[in-house]
């Protein structure tokens, strides 16, 4: 497992999504799509990031050692090609079943009957609805942001995979893949090999994040769709090492998050669309 690219960060109406392998799901918030053509960042959206921006650079979230990274990931839909490498990469390092999707690419549509595509990762909400219905506390926020599982607490109740809205917890019914030792222990920041009777989801590759790796999908998309980075910072890298503000290219490019009115707030940030020119991205300064 190679990962190459290292960083130093300090629905809308109507429109149906369709996963490949099951069965329809509809997005709210008015159509993803249509953010695009709306011009200017939502208010939802806009305000739920500048309270995120603010509470991460408080002197709360600092230590010893310098300011408590928050980790959050930006997909830039407009130049997603739905190759799905992300995915294999994801369930190469992670040894997960075919079925075990943690990096899911649904084929959209909007309302002009064009189909885009869209990675779901877990969204690493800031108020996880899986988190409080645990009843044994195995789903946890780390202070970095992550929302994990501890699979060693884990008595497959499977309540926290109805409770979540985004459908990113798959559910561990049989033996898992065999895996060589890993270079990192076996803990919820690297639940490899996966525990048979538990839950499993997307991890963002947590353990590879102090030594500055970036996520496993972002390293391999050959598009650099997925950025990774630190609202602490501000600033996001992709696969392909190219750096942005976060919150600059968050506002200049109309950026969503999905199924915002769950109230969820995801710290997963969407940018509309599939084929634009994109000259004008801005770099972080």
Excluded at 181 to 202: A, H, I, L, M, S
Aim: hydrophobic content about 35%; charged content about 15%; proline content about 8%.
């Amino acid at each position: 497992m190679t990962n190459q690219h290292e960083f130093d960060v300090s629905e809308r109406n109507g429109e149906v999504m369709t996963d490949p392998v099951a069965s329809a799901v509809t997005i709210s918030r008015r159509g993803l799509l249509r953010a695009a053509a709306i011009g200017g960042l939502g208010v939802g959206v806009l305000g739920a990031l500048t309270e995120t921006l603010a509470a991460a650079s408080q002197p709360a979230t600092t230590t010893p050692s310098g300011p408590v990274k928050q980790w959050c990931m930006i997909i830039d839909l407009r130049l997603c090609n739905g190759c799905k490498l992300c995915t294999t990469a994801c369930q190469t390092a992670h040894y997960l079943h075919e079925d075990q999707t943690w990096m899911n690419v649904y084929t959209m549509q909007n309302a002009a009957g064009m189909d885009y595509f869209m990675p779901r990762p877990c969204m690493m909400c800031e108020d996880p609805a899986c988190v409080p219905v645990c009843p044994v506390g195995a789903n946890f926020r780390t202070p970095e942001g992550l929302t994990l599982v501890d699979q060693s607490k884990c008595i497959g109740t499977r309540i926290c995979m109805n409770a979540c809205p985004y459908d990113a917890r798959y559910f561990n019914w049989t033996d898992p893949v065999p895996a060589p030792r890993q270079p990192f222990k076996q803990e919820p920041e690297w639940p490899v090999p996966q525990v048979k009777g538990t839950v499993g989801k997307c991890i963002e590759c947590a353990a590879m994040l102090p030594s500055g790796q970036l996520p496993e999908c972002a390293t391999s998309c050959p598009m650099g769709v997925i950025y990774f980075g630190d609202l602490t910072s501000d600033a996001a890298v992709n696969g392909m090492g190219n750096t942005v503000k976060i919150s600059t290219y968050l506002a200049e490019n109309d950026a969503v998050v999905f199924k915002e009115e769950y109230g969820t707030h995801p710290r997963v940030y969407y940018i509309p669309g599939h084929g634009q020119d994109l000259n004008n991205n801005s770099s972080a300064s």
